[in-house]
């Protein structure tokens, strides 16, 4: 996107040299982090050695959470950024920085690989980055997780930024520490009451993201799905299709718009293949919360080198464990309420969605669901 453009509609553009965004899938990362690459943006009020947006994120990133330089957050983050989490929210940069500190102790082999970026926005009017990262590493010293185990895993993260001129000044960060927690070996039951008690003991009786905004009276679901959030065709679409499927239930809607040997990359490390097994996937999730709402935060996309377009979603379900589903390890239904904040990069090419990459955190909603019981609990005495 050249500095002239206020659309903030944020697609890559063509390799015309200087104002050419690169994309992370056919690129190593010497050549998104380059020393000697002329500026594709316009980065005004940015660190010189920052040519785009998608540098920005992948460079400062690798630097924070691979070489440990985690005093870069000072110069990369706001004082007062917001920090959303799936089980809480940070208020200022100190503690982002504590946060990271703590996060890395127990993983001293922990390392990030930049999957892609979607973003949009510019350096007047500020930008938006979706930067899915896929994590590895040993769980080899004492740390949050416990004693170690010595044990390998890998996961996914994405996570959603706000940034103007070099400073992030709000994220959202979706972790599936569910899946490190089964590699581990570790009881996720256990571990996730004892963050819930931790949470009890400081007062919260719930986990708030948001508000469910299912079915006022007897209303049923809307007709038509809100496209206001949308840039371009592509994004109104991936939001009319989430709306079919999610609010009002229409699952066949993904044998309609996912290509018949589609992939679907998901939490828990799950890979999946083919309408069957996706459309199975979703209904499972709202299995297991029947009554959840379904509300999209943010939507992005970029054309994609690899043809078609990626798109960005974030996205919060509020609802309650009534059912059985996919989310197993929260057993039988509990009826407590549980709010699930995940995000989704969809690849469209030819009119279909031949990729899709979800990330939610499992062991959050089980968090919820003991925080609850514990509140239950408080309530009878």
């Given at each position: 996107m050249s500095a002239n453009d206020s659309t903030g509609k944020g697609k890559a553009m063509p390799a015309t040299g200087k104002e050419e965004v690169l994309q992370v899938e056919r690129h190593d990362y010497v050549d998104l982090a380059p020393t000697d690459r002329p500026r594709g943006q316009s980065m005004e009020g940015f660190d010189d050695i920052y040519t785009d947006i998608v540098d920005y994120i992948i460079r400062c990133t690798h630097k924070i959470w691979d070489e440990r330089d985690i005093g870069l957050i000072y110069?990369?983050?706001?004082?007062?950024c917001v920090l959303y989490g799936t089980t809480g929210t940070i208020y200022n940069r100190e503690d982002?920085?504590?946060?990271?500190?703590q996060?890395?102790?127990?993983?001293?082999?922990?390392?990030?690989?930049?999957?892609?970026?979607?973003?949009?926005?510019?350096?007047?009017?500020?930008?938006?980055?979706?930067?899915?990262?896929?994590?590895?590493?040993?769980?080899?010293?004492?740390?949050?997780?416990?004693?170690?185990?010595?044990?390998?895993?890998?996961?996914?993260?994405i996570a959603d930024c706000m940034i103007f001129q070099n400073k992030i000044y709000r994220e959202w960060v979706v972790a599936d520490n569910m899946a490190i927690i089964q590699q581990l070996g570790l009881d996720p039951?256990?571990?996730?009451?004892?963050?819930?008690?931790?949470?009890?003991d400081a007062g919260l009786l719930s986990l708030d993201i948001g508000e469910n905004r299912r079915f006022v009276g007897q209303t049923p679901p809307a007709e038509k799905a809100d496209t206001s959030l949308a840039h371009n065709d592509v994004e109104a679409q991936t939001i009319e299709m989430l709306h079919e499927i999610f609010t009002k239930r229409m699952?066949?809607?993904?044998?309609?718009?996912?290509?018949?040997?589609?992939?679907?990359?998901?939490?828990?490390m799950k890979e999946l293949y083919g309408h069957a097994?996706?459309?199975?996937?979703?209904?499972?999730?709202?299995?297991?919360?029947?009554?959840?709402?379904?509300?999209?935060?943010?939507?992005a996309s970029n054309q994609c080198d690899e043809g078609g377009t990626k798109v960005a979603v974030r996205w919060v379900?509020?609802?309650h464990h009534l059912g059985y589903g996919i989310l197993g390890t929260l057993g039988d239904p509990t009826g407590k309420r549980v709010q699930v904040m995940g995000m989704s990069h969809y690849h469209w090419k030819n009119g279909k969605i031949v990729d899709e990459w979800t990330v939610y955190d499992e062991l959050s909603l089980l968090t919820q669901v003991k925080l609850g019981q514990l509140a239950d609990g408080a309530e009878t005495e």
């Amino acid at each position: 996107m050249s500095a002239n453009d206020s659309t903030g509609k944020g697609k890559a553009m063509p390799a015309t040299g200087k104002e050419e965004v690169l994309q992370v899938e056919r690129h190593d990362y010497v050549d998104l982090a380059p020393t000697d690459r002329p500026r594709g943006q316009s980065m005004e009020g940015f660190d010189d050695i920052y040519t785009d947006i998608v540098d920005y994120i992948i460079r400062c990133t690798h630097k924070i959470w691979d070489e440990r330089d985690i005093g870069l957050i000072y110069t990369h983050y706001t004082h007062n950024c917001v920090l959303y989490g799936t089980t809480g929210t940070i208020y200022n940069r100190e503690d982002i920085v504590r946060d990271t500190i703590q996060r890395l102790v127990s993983f001293p082999e922990r390392r990030g690989m930049g999957t892609h970026v979607i973003w949009n926005g510019n350096d007047k009017e500020g930008f938006f980055t979706s930067h899915l990262v896929t994590g590895s590493g040993r769980h080899t010293q004492y740390g949050h997780f416990g004693p170690p185990t010595g044990k390998p895993f890998v996961s996914r993260t994405i996570a959603d930024c706000m940034i103007f001129q070099n400073k992030i000044y709000r994220e959202w960060v979706v972790a599936d520490n569910m899946a490190i927690i089964q590699q581990l070996g570790l009881d996720p039951h256990a571990f996730a009451m004892r963050t819930a008690k931790a949470k009890f003991d400081a007062g919260l009786l719930s986990l708030d993201i948001g508000e469910n905004r299912r079915f006022v009276g007897q209303t049923p679901p809307a007709e038509k799905a809100d496209t206001s959030l949308a840039h371009n065709d592509v994004e109104a679409q991936t939001i009319e299709m989430l709306h079919e499927i999610f609010t009002k239930r229409m699952f066949g809607r993904i044998a309609q718009d996912y290509a018949p040997n589609a992939q679907y990359h998901g939490p828990l490390m799950k890979e999946l293949y083919g309408h069957a097994a996706i459309i199975h996937q979703h209904l499972g999730l709202i299995g297991s919360l029947p009554d959840a709402s379904y509300e999209i935060q943010h939507v992005a996309s970029n054309q994609c080198d690899e043809g078609g377009t990626k798109v960005a979603v974030r996205w919060v379900m509020e609802g309650h464990h009534l059912g059985y589903g996919i989310l197993g390890t929260l057993g039988d239904p509990t009826g407590k309420r549980v709010q699930v904040m995940g995000m989704s990069h969809y690849h469209w090419k030819n009119g279909k969605i031949v990729d899709e990459w979800t990330v939610y955190d499992e062991l959050s909603l089980l968090t919820q669901v003991k925080l609850g019981q514990l509140a239950d609990g408080a309530e009878t005495e």
